[in-house]
């Protein structure tokens, strides 16, 4: 009885079945980050790059990326596998290598008709010989 009674004394816990909300993606505009790097420039005591950083949630890779940026124009890079451009020929290759493999296929389908043709007439020949 007093196995049960501590049991439930101490209830397990259960852990939360709800899946946490992916986070999403921080994106900075140009204007914001022309702004930090100008901040993060004027900054001349010892720790407040840092304070800037801690304030704003960045991190020093950030400030080394927008000034590489800035010297390449601002321009963001896009993320991700690069897109392959639609090259004609590939694409006539493809349809080229499809309809050859359906030729091939009616090809050997012709090949067996024509030998179970030249069966059936062996056989009605021999059969009308034996008649005659």
Not at 61 to 77: M, N
Not at 95 to 118: M, S, T, W, Y
Request: with cysteine; net charge positive.
């Amino acid at each position: 009885m007093e196995e049960k009674k501590s049991v439930m004394a101490h209830p397990q816990i259960v852990p939360d079945p709800e899946v946490p909300e992916k986070t999403v993606r921080r994106k900075f505009t140009a204007a914001y980050k022309l702004r930090i790097l100008k901040e993060a420039e004027s900054c001349t005591k010892l720790g407040e790059i840092g304070a800037l950083l801690r304030r704003e949630g960045l991190y020093s890779s950030s400030l080394t990326l927008w000034r590489r940026q800035v010297k390449e124009g601002l321009i963001p890079k896009k993320r991700g596998p690069v897109a392959q451009k639609a090259d004609p020929i590939i694409r006539r290759n493809a349809e080229l290598e499809r309809e050859n493999a359906r030729l091939v296929h009616k090809l050997k389908q012709a090949e067996l008709i024509i030998e179970v043709q030249k069966k059936v007439a062996e056989l009605l020949k021999g059969s009308s010989e034996e008649k005659s």
